[in-house]
């Protein structure tokens, strides 16, 4: 099983910019669905971004679109989210997850990002705004 360890959390003033990365155990990143989730407290967590296997296919929620960017390096086998312009409704614990080799990032009956069809979790890592 692939193991995810996230880093790369702090605090930082409204306006600024944190890059978070998710070091992977195996060198298959390239060929999973690859996402970041995040969870605020008293919230529900939620899909931050994900990209494709192979083709690399990005998606981002509203929320955060036009101001993240999620990217992989393959051959360090890490996961990046990339976070300009913060904002204090950032704030939360951000997890890294990956799906089973070649499985696609959509949920087949939603057609959505779903964080229940993901196999592999990080500890998560620890992003504050204010």
């Known amino acids: 099983d692939v193991q995810l360890v996230e880093s790369g959390g702090g605090s930082v003033q409204a306006g600024g910019s944190l890059t978070l990365s998710c070091a992977a155990s195996?060198?298959?990143?390239?060929?999973?669905?690859m996402a970041w989730f995040r969870q605020a407290p008293g919230k529900e967590r939620e899909v931050v971004a994900s990209i494709s296997p192979n083709q690399g296919t990005t998606r981002y929620s509203d929320s955060v679109k036009g101001r993240f960017s999620i990217s992989r390096d393959n051959d360090e086998n890490t996961l990046y989210l990339q976070m300009t312009n913060l904002k204090p409704e950032d704030t939360g614990m951000y997890y890294c997850a990956a799906r089973r080799v070649l499985q696609s990032c959509l949920n087949e009956g939603t057609g959505s990002v779903q964080g229940t069809d993901f196999s592999y979790w990080g500890q998560g890592t620890q992003v504050t705004v204010s």
């Open positions: 195996e060198s298959t990143i390239s060929s999973r669905c």
